[in-house]
Every structure is written in structure tokens, then in C-alpha cells.
């Protein structure tokens, strides 16, 4: 099949920096002070920050804090909203150090491996929920070695760093392609990929759809492409071999606003758009330059793009002129939802243009605003 759409994840989160996260009154709480010296922090799934009372809030972490230094200390566990045990670790001086142990929701160890200043070290092992063994990775400052890999059956595919290898991985919130998952399927040879690794797109109870080839030269990725030919884009690079978790980024203590647009990812892959298509276009940034448009949204998701009027404060009608195009080619918003049912409705998409160190333009600070109250959920 041919790909033509690009797949964000994990790229320019529209986030505040731990210094906002002060509990006060009538601001989000992001952590609160327990007996004893601890403190309990507030994350969603994907470990960023979460206020206590927003709905997104699904794992809470008790510990100690070193606010002059703003970094964890000491032994920490981490807990779903039903009490079960998610995660329990140690930081020494701000480090993660010592062994970390992760659950399934069932409380079956789900992976165990030691950390070395701030570094896994030695063997990463993983087990299904039944307590099988998953796969053994070993880490060092050389990077992986694909040790051993079990199928669900119990079958061994890979051993000792030889073999074939399958494994899915989800996506972490909004994507194109409206897949909940990738699947990764090749050889391994020497604990690394070798020769050519299949990448397929599904979702629970459907079948996989083919969506590129990668190759793969003791360990290193020479080529991708699908069945129209190269495919150059950095987006397919990222896409990860092995398992991961979310639990590091904890160490950023960076926030979300409590809204589906912003929890989903959608803040990052409007951000992601805007970004490239700007350094695409080859147009100078001077200074950074504030946006605004209005587009109709119905119930569907679907955008009405001929309603969308954009403005922005660069005084160059060329470049809004490419700010504009850009809006034009994103075709889907969340719907509104009012109160548990989708609405029509006409959204607000503001956001900045600023320039890096070197010179590339980025977009920051999206925000959408919806004209329905109860919105996105």
C-alpha cells in the first residue's frame, strides 16, 4: 500500500516547565506533601504531569523530592488509580540507580532490569502477564544486544542473539493512520537486525496492514521504502524495534493541559506540521510570528478546509500565504462533545513560529478552542 502521510509521536509536546507546577490556589495540583518527608506526583499514562482532579490522571508516584535540585531521591513506587503497584525503583542523587521492577495490571512482573548512573545495565528482561519469559535485551554503552525472544506460545525464536524476531508496539496517542499499533518482523543476527524487517499497522481484532519494508546492515538502517519505492522520510526511522516504556520522561516533570487535544498528542502533531512545513518552504524566519484560524469541524472529525481563515502577525503575505496552505492540508480535528455526543463545530487553532539555535523554524504553544462548551473529551 502506499504511505503518503507522515506518523508524529513523541515530538514537540506543547508543555510547561516544572516551575509552574507550585500548587496554588486556583491552579492545576500537580503534586501534594505527604507525612514523613514524601510526596505524592500526579502523571497520565504517558508519565507526563497531570493536575489531581483532571480526568487524565491515571498514575500516581510517592517519593522523595529534592526541590532545590528539582530531581526524585531515594526509593519511589508508582501506583495505578486502583492502588496496583505500576512501578517501583530508586534514585540516588537524582539518578535512576539499583533495580527497577514494572507490573502488568494483574500484578505479574512485566519487566526487571538494573540501573547504573542513570543507565540500564546488564540484562532488561520482560514477561507476558502469565509470567512467561518475553525477551531478554541486553543494554550497555555500545547499545542493545537482542539476547533471547519467546513468541506467546512459549516458542523460542530468538536465542542467543540469533534468530527471528516479531514484536507490536503502540503508538503513543494520535496518528494519521488511525492505527493503535505497529508491528515490527524480521531477523536477527549478532543480537542486532539484519536484512530486510516488515513494519505493518493494526488495531485489537484486526488484521495487520503492510506498511513498509526496512533493511537493515549489522545493526544499521541503510534503507526504507514500501511498494512504490524509497521512502527517505525520518518519521519511519524512529520507529522502535524494541519494547519501551514511558516512565523517564517522569524525570522531565513536564505538563499537559487537562483537554483530549493536548492528552492525545494532537498539540504535537498540529506542531510537527506547521514546523516542517515552514523549514520546507525555505522562507526565512526574522522574528517569531503569532497565528489564528477559524475552521468548521463536524461531528465527523472531518474539517470544512474552505472555511478556514488564518491571520497572523508576520506583515508578510507570503509567508502567511504558507501558514495558510499548510492549515488547508490538515483535513482532521476532534470533535467537539456535547455533552457525551459529537457536535458540529468551529474551532479556534492558535499557535507561534519561533527559530532555533540553528535557525530552523518550530512551531510552539498550540492551543485549540472550541466555541461548544464540554468540549473534546
Same mark, same amino acid.
Given at each position: 500500500?502506499?504511505?503518503?502521510?507522515?506518523?508524529?509521536?513523541?515530538?514537540?509536546?506543547?508543555?510547561?516547565?516544572f516551575?509552574?507546577?507550585?500548587?496554588?490556589?486556583?491552579?492545576?495540583?500537580?503534586?501534594?506533601?505527604?507525612?514523613?518527608?514524601?510526596?505524592?506526583?500526579?502523571?497520565?499514562?504517558?508519565?507526563?504531569?497531570?493536575?489531581?482532579?483532571?480526568?487524565?490522571?491515571?498514575?500516581?508516584?510517592?517519593?522523595?523530592?529534592?526541590?532545590?535540585?528539582? =530531581?526524585?531521591?531515594? %526509593?519511589?513506587?508508582?501506583? /495505578?488509580?486502583?492502588? $496496583?503497584r505500576?512501578?517501583?525503583?530508586? &534514585?540516588? #542523587? !537524582?539518578k535512576?540507580?539499583?533495580?527497577?521492577?514494572?507490573?502488568?495490571?494483574?500484578? =505479574?512482573?512485566?519487566? %526487571?532490569?538494573?540501573?547504573? /548512573?542513570?543507565?540500564? $545495565?546488564?540484562?532488561?528482561?520482560y514477561? &507476558?502477564? #502469565? !509470567?512467561?519469559?518475553?525477551?531478554?535485551?541486553?543494554?550497555?554503552?555500545?547499545?542493545?544486544?537482542?539476547?533471547?525472544?519467546?513468541?506467546?506460545?512459549?516458542?523460542?525464536?530468538?536465542?542467543?542473539?540469533?534468530?527471528? &524476531?516479531?514484536?507490536?508496539?503502540?503508538?503513543?496517542?494520535?496518528?494519521?493512520?488511525?492505527?493503535?499499533?505497529?508491528?515490527?518482523?524480521?531477523k536477527?543476527?549478532?543480537?542486532?537486525?539484519?536484512?530486510?524487517?516488515?513494519?505493518?499497522? &493494526?488495531?485489537?481484532?484486526?488484521q495487520?496492514?503492510?506498511a513498509?519494508?526496512?533493511?537493515?546492515?549489522?545493526?544499521?538502517?541503510?534503507?526504507?521504502?514500501?511498494?512504490?519505492?524509497?521512502?527517505?522520510?525520518?518519521?519511519?526511522?524512529?520507529?522502535?524495534?524494541?519494547?519501551?516504556?514511558?516512565?523517564?520522561?517522569?524525570?522531565?516533570?513536564?505538563?499537559?493541559?487537562?483537554?483530549?487535544d493536548?492528552?492525545?498528542?494532537?498539540?504535537?502533531?498540529?506542531?510537527?506540521?506547521?514546523?516542517?512545513?515552514?523549514?520546507?518552504?525555505?522562507?526565512?524566519?526574522?522574528?517569531?510570528?503569532?497565528?489564528?484560524?477559524?475552521?468548521?469541524?463536524?461531528?465527523?472529525?472531518?474539517?470544512?478546509?474552505?472555511?478556514?481563515?488564518l491571520?497572523?502577525?508576520?506583515?508578510?503575505?507570503?509567508?502567511?500565504?504558507?501558514?495558510?496552505?499548510?492549515?488547508?492540508?490538515?483535513?482532521?480535528?476532534?470533535?467537539?462533545?456535547?455533552?457525551?455526543?459529537?457536535q458540529?463545530?468551529?474551532?479556534?487553532?492558535?499557535?507561534?513560529?519561533?527559530?532555533?539555535?540553528?535557525?530552523?523554524?518550530?512551531?510552539?504553544s498550540?492551543?485549540?478552542?472550541?466555541?461548544?462548551?464540554?468540549?473534546?473529551?
Amino acid at each position: 500500500m502506499m504511505i503518503k502521510k507522515l506518523i508524529y509521536i513523541l515530538l514537540f509536546m506543547s508543555s510547561l516547565g516544572f516551575q509552574t507546577i507550585q500548587a496554588q490556589e486556583d491552579k492545576p495540583v500537580f503534586y501534594e506533601k505527604l507525612d514523613q518527608g514524601l510526596i505524592r506526583f500526579y502523571f497520565d499514562k504517558y508519565y507526563y504531569l497531570a493536575a489531581k482532579d483532571c480526568e487524565f490522571k491515571t498514575i500516581e508516584r510517592v517519593c522523595k523530592f529534592d526541590f532545590t535540585k528539582q =530531581v526524585f531521591e531515594g %526509593e519511589f513506587r508508582d501506583f /495505578a488509580s486502583d492502588g $496496583s503497584r505500576i512501578l517501583v525503583g530508586n &534514585y540516588q #542523587d !537524582g539518578k535512576k540507580e539499583g533495580l527497577f521492577q514494572a507490573f502488568h495490571p494483574n500484578g =505479574v512482573l512485566k519487566w %526487571e532490569v538494573n540501573f547504573k /548512573a542513570n543507565r540500564p $545495565s546488564g540484562e532488561w528482561k520482560y514477561y &507476558y502477564p #502469565d !509470567g512467561k519469559p518475553l525477551l531478554t535485551i541486553t543494554e550497555n554503552e555500545r547499545g542493545y544486544f537482542i539476547k533471547d525472544y519467546w513468541d506467546n506460545r512459549g516458542k523460542q525464536d530468538v536465542s542467543n542473539g540469533e534468530g527471528n &524476531y516479531e514484536f507490536a508496539i503502540p503508538f503513543e496517542g494520535f496518528t494519521e493512520f488511525g492505527y493503535d499499533f505497529y508491528l515490527r518482523r524480521g531477523k536477527v543476527k549478532n543480537g542486532k537486525p539484519q536484512g530486510n524487517w516488515n513494519t505493518y499497522f &493494526y488495531n485489537v481484532g484486526q488484521q495487520p496492514i503492510y506498511a513498509l519494508t526496512q533493511r537493515f546492515v549489522n545493526g544499521e538502517l541503510v534503507a526504507s521504502y514500501d511498494d512504490n519505492g524509497d521512502l527517505n522520510n525520518e518519521d519511519f526511522q524512529i520507529l522502535s524495534i524494541l519494547p519501551y516504556d514511558y516512565f523517564s520522561r517522569a524525570d522531565l516533570l513536564t505538563s499537559k493541559s487537562c483537554n483530549f487535544d493536548d492528552f492525545s498528542n494532537f498539540y504535537a502533531f498540529l506542531a510537527k506540521r506547521f514546523t516542517d512545513g515552514v523549514n520546507k518552504s525555505g522562507m526565512e524566519l526574522v522574528n517569531q510570528v503569532n497565528f489564528t484560524y477559524l475552521v468548521e469541524v463536524k461531528k465527523t472529525g472531518m474539517a470544512t478546509i474552505r472555511s478556514l481563515k488564518l491571520v497572523s502577525d508576520s506583515n508578510n503575505e507570503d509567508f502567511d500565504t504558507i501558514l495558510s496552505r499548510i492549515a488547508k492540508n490538515i483535513d482532521f480535528y476532534f470533535p467537539t462533545y456535547k455533552p457525551d455526543q459529537p457536535q458540529d463545530d468551529t474551532i479556534k487553532v492558535s499557535g507561534s513560529i519561533g527559530k532555533n539555535s540553528d535557525g530552523k523554524a518550530y512551531a510552539h504553544s498550540i492551543k485549540i478552542e472550541r466555541q461548544i462548551d464540554n468540549s473534546s473529551k
